[in-house]
């Protein structure tokens, strides 16, 4: 029995494999989609891919590896990490790959998603820091990239007040070094659209006193070496327990992936990213100080931007820090790097089988005084200029059942803590639930936990939710998450509460066709749009309807089509609709140098509020979460060439067209974004070339 | 005055949450999403579900709702095999001294193979308020399970087709005259995944989802969702020999937590 499994398990995965290549896109792509549904718009997630990418080159030897760098793979659920060391512990070292197939979680769909990334053969290359070795064995990787919004905005007309001072071009250049895991290295630049290029009044930050670029970001990376597990100088993320108390960058939470709720914490990574704001510059390490026992001490200093005001002695002091990272008006440009946030301190980690506790202490400190806007929902936000931060985390695995949790205070002000668990009822069906609380006063400058707000204060709430997959054939996930918000927030102007439901239906009876049906309700309260004396709250309800279909046609072209509605309600007024549709077709064939894929998208929606986001292809790196707002058309065209075997050269075109036909006068976008006309297109060229 | 505003208050919380009859702790854990799960009390649910009894059992419930100083519910259901045939009976009383709502029942439930089963039950409704005045009605819920597979269930009840209402008019109260459609799906014999879709006339389509998970041989977990209104269900299961207790709390937007606990025991 077990020996006609593998037989059939190998012609399955041999299967995989042959497409792996072809697919690895795409893998990063549903993995994205299913993962990052909440998704800010303007978030980078080019760390993730970049993460991926690299495995795929470099895969990860499951005998040689740790919970940590497992966890990076995000798609793999803590369980899952956790029964695979515990099956090595018990049964020695992996043989072969088809084993996984034994270990208790192991679907299909996760060992599928899984084998590109990783590999038993110890890599045969000495990975000793020589500088023979790391000139032979370094992989470089330059990237280059240009873009621009072709239409002119208003932004860049002479304008008498505000205007964008710089060009409408956006460049990024990045590269990148790794030589096997034992050194790593970046160097970021970029300019947004509307910035100075070259000239620019400010440098780009402390550590790069440059003028030439708007941002520049990098780090140095030694790794691995005795008892130093990481050491990064310049750039850096640490993300540690459930995201409550230390976590820089994005972590993902509620989706239709349900245990996405359990964070992955990675520990201290080097940055790579081109996000102006989410990162800790300075420098860290990873110490194993006992055994099983790792130390994280770190130290940063940065410069932030923030809008100041004066206060009654004269102190410039500052309400909120700007994540924006664009500095294209006199007012961005004058709020560039005006506060300066030093932070530091240390993180313990120990684990054994099984088990993993930490304790997380630091402190973070700003030249300016912080003072909460006058408005009620903000009085207990951050004051003053010092703040101080522990917190502690656990996770322990018992059984089918993996435990989780953190706690987090800032001194002299709020506590905040969640718990839950990831349990494996049947071979098929896994719940997950979490349990919050977050007082109004805790205060920290590193958190993502969890939560539906944009911050993770001011709510309690509880999430549970299942995944069942009953067949190879089918799979069903659901959640439901009920939150309250005990102080008021903006506009909201009363304790308030809310839920939000999800169930997700996907049918993939081969394996190039899928089918996914899946309804999204989310009831929130707000501040009623009447006019009255003392605003109550009104419910705001929306409902998202899907459904998708992927399928190909050939080994070279592969289709997509998705229909999603849109329900918007607030209070006792008329429910509002948004529609859109649109057709993908993507060209891969198995060993041509061309790739491509279009777009062309209806939508129609009656206002921003029934708005709605979907995942578009682009150029390596970049994400793009479309938004479809308004009436009309939307198209684009990517293509990918490989000019030669380590030069890829990718090219996109964008474009909306609206379709608001009753104006004398159309304009597209708001503001100094503002656009004559009715079309707004983009394009974006990138070079990238691997050495 | 303050009795008109209790009794207000009171049968306003009736037809909001009293809309179904108490279903147990351990359904009301799985989120009432009942309808194709076999249990004791499924006689205030799908009466078909007796059929999964298979001895004699009786079992009492009672739910404390904790928005009101003394406002509770107090039931009762004892199930009788016999070959494949099965009786039943239960009790419900809702509310306080002064306001009170009985639904009593009776129901016969029969075996077709091991695939099929069907049910049929008998109520009696009396509204008592002190002081105030009686009213009574009866009403019929039927119902039938069908196994499509060993791992998938499906049911399907009625209550109260024939729309009975109470015949005094002073009465706001209503006999809900409701359709549930569930499915079950049944992993292993450690896990109940359950969900129902009921359409009650008056009301929107609720949909419930519930999952049952015996961690052990002794004692199980299990949550439970509705959507409309949206309540979050969880509790659990001890059992021990013959005798069975289970704990559930329900968490409603508005009316807050209310816990309940049952006893039952399996002669």
Same mark, same amino acid.
């Given at each position: 029995?077990?020996?006609?499994?593998?037989?059939?398990?190998?012609?399955?995965?041999?299967?995989?494999?042959?497409?792996?290549?072809?697919?690895?896109?795409?893998?990063?792509?549903?993995?994205?989609?299913?993962?990052?549904?909440?998704? *800010?718009?303007?978030?980078?997630?080019?760390?993730?891919?970049?993460?991926?990418?690299?495995?795929?080159?470099? !895969?990860?030897?499951?005998?040689?590896?740790?919970?940590? &760098?497992?966890?990076?793979?995000?798609?793999?659920?803590?369980?899952?990490?956790?029964?695979?060391?515990?099956?090595?512990?018990?049964?020695?070292?992996?043989?072969?790959?088809? &084993?996984?197939?034994?270990?208790?979680?192991?679907?299909?769909?996760?060992?599928?998603?899984?084998?590109?990334?990783?590999?038993?053969?110890?890599?045969?290359?000495?990975?000793?820091?020589?500088?023979?070795?790391?000139?032979?064995?370094?992989?470089?990787?330059?990237?280059?990239?240009?873009?621009?919004?072709?239409?002119?905005?208003?932004?860049?007309?002479?304008? *008498?007040?505000?205007?964008?001072?710089?060009?409408?071009?956006?460049?990024?250049?990045?590269? =990148?070094?790794?030589?096997?895991?034992?050194?790593?290295?970046?160097?970021?630049?970029?300019?947004?659209?509307?910035?100075?290029?070259?000239?620019? *009044?400010?440098?780009?930050?402390?550590?790069? !006193?440059?003028?030439? @670029?708007?941002?520049?970001?990098?780090?140095?990376?030694?790794?691995?070496?005795?008892?130093?597990?990481?050491?990064?100088?310049?750039?850096?993320?640490?993300?540690?327990?459930?995201?409550? @108390?230390?976590?820089?960058?994005?972590?993902?939470?509620?989706? !239709?992936? %349900?245990?996405?709720?359990?964070?992955?914490?990675?520990?201290?990574?080097?940055?790579?990213?081109?996000? &102006?704001?989410?990162?800790?510059?300075?420098?860290?390490?990873?110490? &194993?100080?006992?055994?099983?026992?790792?130390?994280?001490?770190?130290?940063?200093?940065?410069?932030?931007?923030?809008?100041?005001?004066?206060?009654?002695?004269?102190?410039?002091?500052?309400?909120?820090?700007?994540?924006?990272?664009?500095?294209?008006?006199?007012?961005?440009?004058?709020?560039?790097?005006?506060?300066?946030?030093?932070?530091?301190?240390? %993180?313990?980690?120990? =684990?054994?089988?099984?088990?993993?506790?930490?304790?997380?202490?630091?402190?973070?400190?700003?030249?300016?005084?912080?003072?909460?806007?006058?408005?009620?929902?903000?009085?207990?936000?951050?004051?003053?200029?010092?703040?101080?931060?522990?917190?502690?985390?656990?996770?322990?695995?018992?059984?089918?059942?993996?435990?989780?949790?953190?706690?987090?205070?800032?001194?002299?002000?709020?506590?905040?803590?969640?718990?839950?668990?990831?349990?494996?009822?049947?071979?098929?069906?896994?719940?997950?639930?979490?349990?919050?609380?977050?007082?109004?006063?805790?205060?920290?400058?590193?958190?993502?936990?969890?939560?539906?707000?944009?911050?993770?204060?001011?709510?309690?709430?509880?999430?549970?939710?299942?995944?069942?997959?009953?067949?190879?054939?089918?799979?069903?996930?659901?959640?439901?998450?009920?939150?309250?918000?005990?102080?008021?927030?903006?506009?909201?102007?009363? !304790?308030?509460?809310?839920?939000?439901?999800?169930?997700?239906?996907?049918?993939?009876?081969?394996?190039?066709?899928?089918?996914?049906?899946?309804?999204?309700?989310?009831?929130?309260?707000?501040?009623?749009?009447?006019?009255?004396?003392?605003?109550?709250?009104?419910?705001?309800?929306?409902?998202?309807?899907?459904?998708?279909?992927?399928?190909?046609?050939?080994?070279?072209?592969?289709?997509?089509?998705?229909?999603?509605?849109?329900?918007?309600?607030?209070?006792?007024?008329?429910?509002?609709?948004?529609?859109?549709?649109?057709?993908?077709?993507?060209?891969? *064939?198995?060993?041509?140098?061309?790739?491509?894929?279009?777009?062309?998208?209806?939508?129609?929606?009656?206002?921003?509020?029934?708005?709605?986001?979907?995942?578009?292809?682009?150029?390596?790196?970049?994400?793009?979460?479309?938004?479809?707002?308004?009436?009309?058309?939307?198209?684009?065209?990517?293509?990918?060439?490989?000019?030669?075997? =380590?030069?890829?050269?990718?090219? =996109?075109?964008?474009?909306?067209?609206?379709?608001?036909?009753?104006?004398?006068?159309?304009?597209?976008?708001?503001?100094?974004?503002?656009?004559?006309?009715?079309?707004?297109?983009?394009?974006?060229?990138?070079?990238?070339?691997?050495? | 005055?303050?009795?008109?505003?209790?009794?207000?208050?009171?049968?306003?919380?009736?037809?909001?949450?009293?809309?179904?009859?108490?279903?147990?702790?351990?359904?009301?854990?799985?989120?009432?999403?009942?309808?194709?799960?076999?249990?004791?009390?499924?006689?205030?649910?799908?009466?078909?579900?007796?059929?999964?009894?298979?001895?004699?059992?009786?079992?009492?419930?009672?739910?404390?709702?904790?928005?009101?100083?003394?406002?509770?519910?107090?039931?009762?259901?004892? /199930?009788?095999?016999?070959?494949?045939?099965?009786?039943?009976?239960?009790?419900?009383?809702?509310?306080?001294?002064?306001?009170?709502?009985?639904?009593?029942?009776?129901?016969?439930?029969?075996?077709?193979?091991?695939?099929?089963?069907?049910?049929?039950?008998?109520?009696? $409704?009396?509204?008592?308020?002190? #002081?105030?005045?009686?009213?009574?009605?009866?009403?019929?819920?039927?119902?039938?399970?069908?196994?499509?597979?060993?791992?998938?269930?499906?049911?399907?009840?009625?209550? #109260?087709?024939?729309?009975?209402? +109470?015949?005094?008019? #002073?009465?706001?109260? +209503?006999?809900?005259?409701?359709? $549930?459609?569930?499915?079950?799906?049944?992993?292993?014999?450690?896990?109940?995944?359950?969900?129902?879709?009921?359409?009650?006339?008056?009301?929107?389509?609720?949909?419930?989802?519930?999952?049952?998970?015996?961690? $052990?041989?002794?004692?199980?977990?299990?949550?439970?969702?509705?959507?409309?209104?949206?309540?979050?269900? /969880?509790?659990?299961?001890?059992?021990?020999?013959?005798?069975?207790?289970?704990?559930?709390?329900?968490?409603?937007?508005?009316?807050?937590?209310?816990?309940?606990?049952?006893?039952?025991?399996?002669?």
């Amino acid at each position: 029995m077990r020996f006609k499994l593998f037989i059939l398990a190998a012609f399955l995965l041999i299967g995989f494999a042959a497409k792996a290549q072809t697919q690895e896109d795409q893998l990063i792509k549903d993995l994205i989609e299913s993962i990052a549904e909440n998704l *800010p718009e303007d978030y980078d997630l080019s760390e993730l891919q970049d993460r991926l990418t690299y495995y795929r080159r470099h !895969p990860i030897n499951l005998n040689n590896t740790t919970a940590e &760098e497992l966890k990076t793979l995000v798609f793999l659920s803590p369980l899952q990490i956790s029964n695979l060391f515990e099956h090595i512990r018990k049964n020695g070292k992996l043989i072969d790959l088809l &084993e996984l197939q034994s270990i208790p979680e192991f679907d299909l769909t996760s060992i599928q998603r899984l084998l590109p990334f990783v590999t038993l053969d110890q890599s045969s290359i000495s990975d000793k820091i020589t500088l023979a070795n790391m000139a032979k064995y370094g992989n470089n990787d330059l990237m280059l990239r240009y873009g621009r919004v072709i239409e002119k905005s208003r932004g860049y007309t002479d304008l *008498p007040g505000s205007r964008y001072l710089g060009t409408p071009d956006r460049y990024l250049l990045r590269y =990148r070094y790794t030589y096997s895991n034992r050194v790593s290295a970046s160097l970021v630049m970029e300019k947004d659209a509307g910035e100075y290029l070259f000239k620019n *009044p400010k440098p780009a930050s402390y550590f790069f !006193p440059s003028n030439y @670029t708007d941002f520049m970001s990098g780090h140095v990376a030694i790794l691995n070496t005795g008892r130093f597990k990481k050491i990064v100088l310049g750039d850096y993320t640490m993300q540690f327990g459930q995201a409550l @108390t230390l976590w820089s960058g994005f972590a993902f939470g509620k989706s !239709p992936d %349900v245990t996405g709720v359990a964070k992955r914490d990675v520990g201290l990574r080097p940055y790579t990213s081109a996000n &102006e704001f989410a990162f800790l510059r300075g420098a860290a390490a990873t110490v &194993e100080i006992a055994k099983n026992l790792d130390f994280s001490p770190f130290f940063s200093h940065r410069k932030l931007d923030a809008s100041l005001s004066t206060n009654a002695d004269g102190e410039r002091t500052v309400s909120t820090i700007n994540e924006t990272g664009l500095h294209r008006t006199q007012n961005e440009i004058r709020n560039k790097n005006s506060t300066e946030q030093i932070v530091y301190g240390g %993180v313990l980690q120990y =684990r054994v089988t099984g088990l993993s506790i930490g304790a997380v202490a630091y402190h973070t400190s700003f030249n300016r005084l912080f003072v909460p806007g006058s408005s009620l929902y903000q009085q207990f936000n951050f004051a003053g200029k010092e703040l101080t931060n522990v917190g502690a985390h656990y996770s322990y695995t018992y059984k089918n059942f993996y435990f989780f949790g953190e706690f987090g205070k800032s001194l002299d002000a709020g506590l905040a803590y969640v718990n839950g668990a990831l349990v494996s009822l049947s071979s098929t069906v896994s719940a997950v639930v979490l349990h919050r609380n977050y007082q109004k006063n805790y205060h920290n400058f590193f958190n993502q936990a969890t939560a539906e707000a944009s911050e993770a204060i001011n709510e309690k709430g509880f999430y549970a939710g299942l995944n069942i997959n009953p067949s190879k054939v089918w799979s069903i996930q659901l959640y439901g998450d009920y939150f309250k918000y005990p102080w008021l927030r903006f506009r909201v102007d009363a !304790p308030s509460d809310g839920y939000e439901f999800l169930g997700q239906v996907t049918y993939s009876p081969t394996k190039t066709f899928r089918a996914i049906l899946r309804f999204k309700s989310e009831v929130k309260q707000q501040n009623t749009a009447e006019v009255v004396p003392f605003n109550y709250l009104d419910d705001v309800k929306r409902e998202n309807y899907r459904a998708e279909v992927k399928w190909a046609l050939g080994k070279s072209f592969g289709f997509q089509n998705r229909v999603e509605v849109v329900q918007f309600k607030k209070g006792t007024g008329n429910s509002e609709f948004g529609y859109l549709a649109y057709q993908d077709v993507s060209y891969n *064939p198995l060993s041509s140098r061309l790739t491509g894929n279009i777009r062309v998208a209806y939508f129609n929606t009656a206002s921003y509020d029934s708005r709605i986001y979907a995942y578009e292809d682009d150029v390596l790196y970049n994400f793009t979460f479309g938004l479809y707002n308004g009436k009309g058309l939307r198209g684009y065209a990517n293509l990918k060439y490989r000019l030669a075997k =380590r030069l890829d050269v990718w090219g =996109r075109y964008a474009l909306y067209n609206y379709d608001n036909v009753e104006d004398a006068d159309p304009t597209v976008g708001s503001g100094l974004d503002e656009i004559k006309g009715r079309m707004k297109s983009e394009m974006r060229v990138q070079l990238r070339y691997q050495f | 005055m303050r009795k008109i505003l209790l009794l207000s208050i009171f049968s306003l919380f009736v037809s909001e949450a009293f809309a179904q009859y108490n279903q147990g702790a351990r359904l009301t854990a799985m989120g009432n999403a009942s309808a194709a799960v076999f249990d004791t009390w499924s006689l205030n649910a799908n009466p078909a579900g007796i059929t999964g009894q298979k001895t004699p059992t009786a079992a009492l419930n009672y739910a404390r709702y904790l928005f009101g100083s003394e406002l509770a519910e107090q039931s009762f259901a004892f /199930v009788l095999p016999f070959n494949n045939n099965f009786a039943g009976v239960s009790i419900n009383r809702y509310g306080i001294s002064e306001f009170s709502e009985i639904k009593a029942g009776f129901g016969l439930a029969k075996k077709f193979g091991e695939e099929l089963s069907i049910g049929v039950k008998a109520n009696i $409704h009396q509204i008592k308020i002190t #002081n105030y005045g009686n009213a009574t009605t009866f009403s019929v819920d039927a119902g039938v399970n069908y196994a499509l597979s060993k791992q998938i269930g499906l049911g399907l009840y009625v209550n #109260n087709p024939s729309s009975q209402e +109470y015949k005094s008019t #002073n009465v706001e109260t +209503y006999i809900p005259t409701a359709v $549930h459609f569930g499915a079950t799906y049944i992993p292993s014999n450690k896990v109940i995944i359950a969900t129902t879709i009921s359409k009650d006339f008056e009301r929107k389509f609720d949909v419930l989802v519930g999952a049952d998970y015996k961690f $052990h041989e002794m004692l199980s977990f299990r949550g439970g969702l509705s959507a409309k209104p949206f309540k979050q269900y /969880v509790g659990m299961g001890l059992n021990y020999q013959k005798l069975i207790m289970d704990v559930a709390v329900e968490s409603h937007p508005q009316i807050g937590y209310t816990p309940q606990i049952g006893l039952s025991y399996a002669f």
